[in-house]
């Protein structure tokens, strides 16, 4: 089975190493770049495909933007990265795959949904980024989302038991 890793914007801002963003998670789990970097090395090597969400996209681009130092330098790393997956470089996936989540039904859906996710304290962008991962899975995918929310890590999809071949 394929596996789909999805990068949550903790993760990325902790990759891209934006300043004040540097580690993400609890004090028992810390991500710092070392461990992200190393992470995805060797997701790339067992030929796992990335996963870009438009949140994660959105709310990095933000965090480098209102960041003290290193905005230009930070902003053109991301850049770079979003060219590989508008362009479905390996190892991204292409973005156009998630458009269909934003067209009409798939904003229904989500508007539908998230009101009780904002009730359980789960941001929008933390939705759709739910709503990626499903979709993934949905493809017979196994999906992992790399973050450093556990809150966000509790929405990964199951992935299905194997079946044993007689």
């Given at each position: 089975m394929k596996k789909i890793l999805i990068l949550d914007t903790s993760i990325l801002?902790?990759?891209?190493?934006?300043?004040?963003?540097?580690?993400?998670?609890?004090?028992?789990d810390k991500w710092d770049f070392e461990r992200v970097d190393n992470c995805i090395k060797e997701e790339i090597r067992?030929?796992?495909?990335?996963?870009?969400?438009l949140a994660t996209i959105i709310e990095t681009g933000n965090h480098?933007?209102?960041?003290?130092?290193?905005?230009?330098?930070?902003?053109?790393?991301?850049?770079?990265?979003m060219i590989k997956a508008a362009d479905e470089k390996s190892p991204w996936a292409a973005f156009t795959h998630q458009s269909e989540l934003w067209e009409s039904e798939g904003l229904k859906n989500l508007a539908k949904s998230w009101p009780d996710l904002a009730v359980q304290k789960i941001s929008i962008g933390d939705?759709?980024?739910?709503?990626?991962?499903?979709?993934?899975?949905?493809?017979?995918?196994?999906?992992?989302?790399?973050?450093?929310?556990?809150?966000?890590?509790?929405?990964?999809p199951m992935t299905p038991p194997r079946r044993r071949r007689s």
């Open positions: 801002c902790v990759w891209l190493q934006v300043p004040k963003m540097d580690t993400c998670g609890s004090d028992n067992a030929s796992t495909t990335l996963v870009l969400p480098i933007a209102h960041a003290g130092t290193k905005r230009r330098q930070t902003a053109q790393a991301l850049a770079e990265i939705a759709t980024i739910k709503t990626v991962a499903e979709y993934y899975a949905k493809m017979g995918f196994q999906v992992e989302i790399l973050t450093g929310d556990m809150g966000l890590k509790a929405f990964e």
